[in-house]
C-alpha cells in the first residue's frame, strides 16, 4: 500500500512538473532583425525587426544599433582567421528600452561566416528579454548588412 502511494506521488509530481517545465523550456517567439552597421568608432546604424516577437510586443519595430564592446581572437593563428566578440545595444526608437546583443562573428579570409548571438541584457520592456538564434553578415557599401533570426522571450 504505501509502495502505490509513493508512486501515486510521484506520478503526480511529474504530472504538475511537465506542463511547467515545458513553458520554461519554450524556445521563444520568432524575430528577425535588419542591421545596417556603419563602421566605425563606435560603429553604429539602424535595425528593423519582424516576427511574431515584433507582432506580439515582445521586442520593438525599430531602432538604432550602437557596438559597446569588440574584442578579437584567434586573429595570429595559421588559418588567418578570427573571432570577433561583439556587443551591440538596440535601442528602440518607441522609447521603451533597449537590449543587448552578444554575437560570436568567425571571419576568414575577409569573409563573415554564419554566428551564433544571445540577448545579453536590457533595459526598460526588455530587462528580462532572452533569447538567442544565428546571423549572417553581407558586406555592403556603407559597412556591414547584418541578417539576425532567432527567438526571444
Known sequence: MRRSIGTLAI????????????????????????????LGNPSSGPFTATGVAVNRGVVCADGW????????????????????????????NDGSGSFLLKFEVRADDSRSRPYSW???????????????GSGYSVAADYG???????NVH
Do not use: E, W
Request: glycine share 16%; net charge negative; proline share 3%.
Open 65 to 92: 544599433t550602437i557596438d559597446v564592446g569588440v574584442t578579437v581572437t584567434g586573429a595570429n593563428n595559421r588559418s588567418g582567421g578570427a573571432t570577433y566578440h561583439v556587443l551591440k545595444d538596440f535601442v528602440c
Open 144 to 150: 556591414i548588412n547584418d541578417r539576425i533570426f532567432g
Open 11 to 38: 506520478a503526480g509530481a511529474l504530472f504538475l512538473a511537465i506542463p511547467i517545465a515545458s513553458v520554461q523550456a519554450s524556445p521563444g517567439l520568432g524575430v528577425a532583425f535588419d542591421v545596417q552597421t556603419t
Open 118 to 132: 544571445m540577448v545579453a541584457g536590457g533595459t526598460g520592456a526588455y530587462s528580462h528579454l532572452a533569447g538567442s
